[in-house]
């Protein structure tokens, strides 16, 4: 109950307005969403929905409901989807979605669907269009708190008025690459909340190969700070994205900060060794939530695209 209490907090408190994408604050919001992160990673990834949330409705001229908690329900099933029709009345939702974070606990959700024109995208009511939600097809140990359970969705019609933008609108706004790059930010910090773990858990006269393997985290750690504020001023350097270069730093952010990370884990569990991440309930649920968390990057997907782009000329060096 407590994370939940702390979403609602965070959603509507005074600190609940980050600075959106582009708008000269990107390089605070990115270091809020990474300072959640240190602490409790899937609370990160229910406030970062809400806050993609709501830049989302922004780019689209949309206000949100006002008190509402949200979050961004856009995962694609490898069978079946969530589809869309429109209809009079407004639009039809049907079908089923896995991933659905903070599925039984927050009140409105940015979700994705199949339409005849395209790929929409609805600013749904859970009450009202989440009509099942599919209990224990979350049984993950990592990233637990997130509830992110499979929902089907139904009820009555979404109004036109609630439909976000035209048609693929979701994923060709410049703000889909910022967004993702938000993400990197939480890898970044939950990174950074286990290194500190390891520091309180070592004692005040480590050994010298102890300290040469929190060497090596620190080093990552701060490498991975270093990439996050640079795209967060380039952001704001560009917000309109005119140069085209918003897919392709997200996708190199992301590739570095999710690679890095992954050599974190190696380095904080060589340095504390075991007893930490069996005897320390918060830092093996640390290991846990970092683990399931860098699992959702599209790695060879990416890397794909990366070097796609090196080949028709991209000046990569």
Known sequence: M???????????????????PGSGGTPARFAALADWAAG?????????????????????????????TYGVWAARPRTGATTARRTPRGWLLGGSKPF??????????????????????????????????????????????????????????????????PPNFYLERPGFWYGATGVAACWFGGSRGLVEGVL????????????????????????MRRTIEQAAREIDADPRDRSGE??????????????????????????????PFCLDADQAQRVADLYVYLAQYHGPQDASILGAMACDGWPWS
């Open 100 to 165: 659905c974070s903070g599925s039984t606990r927050i009140d409105r959700a940015l979700v994705t669907a199949e339409c005849e024109d395209g790929y929409r995208l609805f600013d749904v009511s859970v009450a009202d269009n989440a009509t099942r939600i599919h209990t224990g097809s979350w049984p993950a140990v990592g990233m637990a708190d997130s509830l992110s359970e499979t929902v089907d969705f139904g009820g009555p019609p979404v109004p036109e008025g609630r439909a976000v933008g």
């Open 40 to 68: 409790d990673l899937s609370l990160a990834r229910l406030v970062e929905g809400h806050v993609d949330a709501l830049a989302i409705l922004e780019e689209a001229d949309l206000e949100p409901e006002a008190g509402a």
């Open 2 to 20: 407590k994370i939940w209490l702390e979403l609602r907090s965070i959603a509507t408190g005074p600190g609940s307005i980050l600075p959106k």
């Open 246 to 275: 918003a897919k392709r730093r997200a996708l190199v952010v992301r590739h570095s900060v999710h690679h890095t990370a992954q050599e974190v884990l190696v380095h904080s569990a060589a340095a504390g060794g075991a007893r």
């Open 200 to 223: 309180q858990s070592i004692g005040p006269h480590p050994s010298e190969p102890i300290k040469a393997e929190l060497g090596h985290a620190v080093a990552h750690i701060d490498l």
